[in-house]
């Protein structure tokens, strides 16, 4: 089963003042690795790398940062072309979605993902073929 992993869970993972978080968001992408099912899109690889540098306490230097990013390109990352932009436009009216949380949705959907793992959706909330889990809301199942 694959899943979805947004930019929340990745920045705790590497944010070393992110508390238990840090350590869960760690936790839950060793098992990804693992098992070799995690999906990421170039959006969240490009909010990853901003966010560590700028929101992590302490940023991660220029260097480690890029490192991570290189790190998780082989996940394969889903590029967000045009045709994924109309339809996160179309995601975004009917579930009613800003912009860039459809954008999400529809790349977790092209990565042949069931779930996505983020704080920024309602837990358990379905999403056409895929359900948001939180992985800080509770102990997933």
Do not use: C
């Amino acid at each position: 089963m694959k899943a979805f992993v947004d930019t929340n869970v990745l920045v705790y993972a590497h944010d070393r003042a992110a508390g238990w978080k840090r350590d869960r968001a760690r936790e839950l992408l060793e098992e990804l690795w693992n098992r070799s099912s995690g999906v990421l899109s170039t959006q969240v690889l490009q909010e990853f790398y901003v966010n560590v540098r700028r929101k992590a306490r302490p940023p991660l230097p220029t260097d480690e940062a890029r490192a991570l990013v290189a790190d998780y390109l082989a996940w394969d990352p889903v590029v967000s072309d045009g045709t994924a932009v109309l339809d996160a436009i179309d995601v975004g009216e009917r579930h009613q979605l800003s912009f860039w949380d459809a954008l999400i949705v529809v790349a977790a959907t092209r990565g042949g993902a069931s779930i996505i793992y983020s704080e920024d959706f309602s837990h358990r909330q379905k999403l056409g073929p895929v359900q948001v889990l939180n992985p800080f809301a509770e102990v997933v199942s």
